[in-house]
């Protein structure tokens, strides 16, 4: 009897361990560092946070964490948007502009121009420029960089006015 009540004292705990252990999951999703943008580009941002695509490059809308409306990200390996970025220092970097830096590129894709740059891992970071904010979007290593672009560039002329950002 004994026995039989040891028993069944530990299913409530065994029961227990089992619901936390399946409600638990590995957070595959992804993360990303919350921009601090001035109160313009900030309200800029959340217009643009409205009108993102559900998909890009054929990838639903999965935002990191933390929460914001600030960021965005689809996928998995996730395409990454940040609004509200400050300035890259490539962008007024000389070099840039005339061609002469192999890790970074001016160009635009449908009437929005951006800064490329090699990111680690074979992933590459966009950055608008000629825009009232500044936004980054990070296309991870085997992604199509220019899918991406040209799927989020109607919500960025639309939410983004073009201009020179403070």
């Not at 900030?42 to 559900?54: N, Y």
Request: glycine share 10%.
């Amino acid at each position: 009897m004994n026995s039989l009540r040891h028993r069944l004292l530990g299913l409530p705990a065994l029961a227990l361990l089992l619901i936390t252990v399946g409600c638990s999951s590995a957070d595959d999703g992804a993360s990303a560092a919350v921009p601090s943008p001035d109160a313009k580009a900030a309200a800029l941002c959340q217009k643009l946070d409205g009108v993102l695509p559900a998909a890009v490059d054929d990838e639903s809308r999965e935002d990191p964490e933390p929460a914001s409306g600030l960021t965005a990200g689809w996928g998995n390996p996730a395409i990454i948007l940040r609004c509200g970025v400050p300035r890259p220092p490539k962008m007024v970097d000389p070099s840039v502009a005339q061609g002469g830096d192999p890790d970074a590129v001016a160009g635009g894709v449908d009437g929005v121009n951006w800064l490329m740059e090699k990111a680690g891992g074979g992933a590459y970071r966009y950055t608008t420029a000629s825009r009232l904010a500044y936004v980054e979007v990070t296309v991870p290593a085997g992604r199509d960089s220019s899918a991406a672009l040209i799927d989020l560039a109607p919500a960025i002329k639309k939410a983004i006015p073009e201009g020179i950002a403070d």
